[in-house]
């Protein structure tokens, strides 16, 4: 079983930037994202990236936030600009087969998460 382990969260103002990472062992060949969640609502996809490289992002996010890996050191990460009190959420990182299992909803592992709060 992969665990995965999120950091960097934290409490940032309006319009800052943010890195959000992800430790995620054996996780070479593995689809990772980045899902939030606020109280009350589902947890919703924020931005994808395969095994390879290729990635997906969630409309809202577009052009704000950056995914990345770093296959060699079994990390993933979220950079975050342009951060909007819409933006405050319990961030989740998680693994899947591929790129499409996440948008079928098809997560095999999630991390425990880290809040991310964005002050107006």
């Known amino acids: 079983q992969v665990q995965l382990v999120e950091s960097g969260g934290g409490l940032v103002q309006a319009g800052g930037s943010l890195r959000l990472s992800c430790a995620a062992p054996?996780?070479?060949?593995?689809?990772l994202a980045w899902y939030r969640q606020i109280p009350g609502k589902e947890r919703e996809l924020v931005a994808a990236?395969?095994?390879?490289?290729?990635?997906h992002y969630a409309d809202f996010v577009k052009g704000r936030f950056t995914i990345s890996r770093d296959s060699a050191k079994y990390t993933m990460s979220l950079q975050m600009s342009s951060l909007k009190s819409e933006d405050t959420a319990m961030y989740y990182c998680?693994?899947?087969?591929?790129?499409?299992?996440?948008?079928?909803?098809?997560?095999?592992?999630w991390g425990q998460g880290t809040q991310v709060t964005v002050s107006s």
């Open positions: 990236i395969s095994s390879g490289g290729a990635t």
């Open positions: 998680a693994r899947a087969i591929s790129l499409d299992a996440f948008i079928r909803g098809q997560v095999r592992a």
């Open positions: 054996g996780s070479l060949f593995s689809a």
